[in-house]
């Protein structure tokens, strides 16, 4: 790694970072941390006062032929400072107003500010993405900066881009984030998360999120999915079962429209924790009636967390040999993403106050059909004839009939062996249902 310190003027930096020569944002910079304009209003003052912003960090890239695949004709990306270019590169643009000799001035209307003139020291690295992303976590060592803002600084790890790619849209990734994960932009121009009652993925809460669901679904249930875990998910080579992650986060979003109201951190991680519940115990769960279950699943919490009804205040429970008040070790535990076994235990105790019928949720067979060869026994032990009309049936043309529609939670065993345009035509309904009609349309055309 080489490094090198130069002096620019806040001009050169803000005329870089509006041509696109020098990216503030790129996709290892963590989020904002305060709401509107807040924080840029700070860092102008401070500049406008004399007190300087500190220094700024990037990573030379001009010479970086991986680097131009991913961010073509840029030259620095910032390692540490993207907040700061960020709100003067707002402020020149006439975005926001600071206090300037005691009235509130935008930048076009401060006569005589020459950016020009005023400096801020620059470290310039050449150096590899492990090596920038190493340097960021030096440089904030002793800066606010939690765990998932440094895991999140890496922007290699292909399981970081998975995740990332969720929850925000980036243009280095042509992706599009997860509806769940959208944002709202109001006249003044302040984005609130569409929902979640926070700040957009406010200190990478939302990639935690997706981390912890990734775990959850490579582990099948309730696993040990804190910190540790998630470290040592970013250094996988395999993201694991994204399909199963995307349709966590395809029903959270189907429960925040039907219940009308955003999600709190109390209230997502409980319903995390009964999703990767369910998934536990059948991993072809389907959630059928997502009203029946916002509704179900907000009365249990209730009971468990709320405060309206006391029928469980005194209610103990005996875990790894010591006794706790329920609702107690709920409110406690329901968040303790890094305790698999406590997890499990919150979820034992929320479904015995309820169950997955109440819950509008269908257990599903894992297996969805019989191989060829125990077709063709069943079909043989039904004298190689059709169960629904009666006929001859090759095992060509054969398939395996539910009686009831595996989408709609049919067991495996509970079906036969019939003709393949039978299954197509009789959709949803019972193989009886079906002989039945078959029986009135032969009526109807005698």
């Known amino acids: 790694m080489y490094t090198k310190t130069e002096t620019w003027s806040i001009q050169k930096l803000i005329t870089l970072a509006i041509s696109g020569k020098l990216n503030p944002d790129p996709i290892g910079q963590r989020p904002p941390t305060a709401k509107g304009h807040t924080k840029s209003i700070q860092i102008v003052t401070s500049m406008l006062k004399g007190f300087g912003i500190g220094m700024i960090t990037l990573r030379d890239i001009s010479q970086d032929a991986e680097a131009q695949e991913l961010y073509p004709g840029v030259d620095y990306l910032v390692i540490d400072g993207g907040h700061r270019i960020?709100?003067?590169?707002?402020?020149?643009?006439?975005?926001?107003?600071v206090d300037f000799e005691g009235e509130q001035a935008t930048f076009a209307q401060i006569d005589d500010l020459d950016l020009e003139g005023i400096f801020v020291p620059m470290s310039i690295c050449v150096c590899t993405p492990q090596?920038?992303?190493?340097?960021?976590?030096?440089?904030?060592?002793?800066?606010?900066?939690?765990?998932?803002?440094?895991?999140?600084?890496?922007?290699?790890?292909?399981?970081?881009?998975?995740?990332?790619?969720?929850?925000?849209?980036?243009k280095e990734y042509d992706n599009l984030p997860l509806p769940v994960f959208s944002i709202e932009m109001d006249q003044r121009g302040?984005?609130?998360?569409?929902?979640?009652?926070?700040?957009?993925?406010?200190?990478?809460?939302?990639?935690?999120?997706?981390?912890?669901?990734?775990?959850?679904?490579?582990?099948?249930?309730?696993?040990?999915?804190?910190?540790?875990?998630?470290?040592?998910?970013?250094?996988q080579e395999s993201v694991g079962k994204l399909d199963v992650v995307d349709c966590f986060f395809e029903d959270a979003q189907k429960i925040r429209s039907v219940r009308g109201k955003k999600f709190n951190t109390?209230?997502?991680?409980?319903?995390?924790?009964?999703?990767?519940?369910?998934?536990?115990?059948?991993?072809?769960?389907?959630?059928?009636?997502?009203?029946?279950?916002?509704?179900?699943?907000?009365?249990?919490?209730?009971?468990?967390?709320?405060?309206?009804?006391?029928?469980l205040e005194a209610k103990t429970i005996e875990f790894n040999g010591q006794?706790?008040?329920?609702?107690?070790?709920?409110?406690?535990?329901?968040?303790?993403?890094?305790?698999?076994?406590?997890?499990?235990?919150?979820?034992?105790?929320?479904?015995?106050?309820?169950?997955?019928?109440?819950?509008?949720?269908?257990?599903?067979?894992?297996?969805?059909?019989?191989?060829?060869?125990?077709?063709?026994?069943r079909l043989a032990l039904q004298n190689y004839k059709c169960a629904i009309d009666g006929l001859p049936l090759e095992l060509a043309d054969s398939v395996w009939g539910h009686d009831t529609a595996w989408a709609k939670g049919g067991d495996l065993e509970d079906g036969a062996v019939i003709r393949r345009s039978h299954n197509t035509d009789m959709g949803s309904t019972t193989l009886e249902e079906y002989k039945m009609i078959l029986e009135l349309r032969k009526k109807k055309v005698a």
């Open 86 to 97: 960020r709100a003067l590169v707002l402020f020149y643009k006439n975005k926001f107003a």
């Open 131 to 170: 090596e920038a992303t190493a340097l960021f976590q030096a440089i904030n060592t002793t800066t606010p900066v939690n765990f998932m803002e440094m895991i999140m600084s890496d922007d290699v790890s292909e399981v970081c881009k998975q995740i990332r790619s969720r929850t925000k849209r980036y």
């Open 190 to 235: 302040d984005v609130s998360s569409s929902s979640f009652d926070m700040e957009p993925n406010h200190r990478r809460k939302w990639d935690e999120y997706v981390a912890i669901a990734m775990i959850k679904a490579n582990g099948g249930g309730n696993v040990d999915s804190g910190k540790p875990e998630i470290e040592a998910l970013v250094q």
């Open 266 to 311: 109390d209230v997502f991680a409980a319903f995390l924790l009964v999703w990767f519940g369910l998934y536990g115990e059948n991993r072809k769960f389907k959630i059928d009636n997502h009203r029946q279950f916002a509704e179900e699943f907000m009365y249990v919490y209730s009971k468990l967390k709320g405060n309206a009804d006391r029928s």
């Open 323 to 377: 006794r706790h008040f329920l609702k107690e070790f709920f409110r406690r535990n329901s968040k303790n993403f890094s305790n698999g076994l406590v997890q499990t235990e919150c979820f034992d105790q929320f479904m015995l106050l309820t169950s997955p019928e109440k819950l509008g949720v269908l257990y599903r067979d894992v297996k969805r059909s019989l191989t060829s060869d125990e077709r063709e026994e």
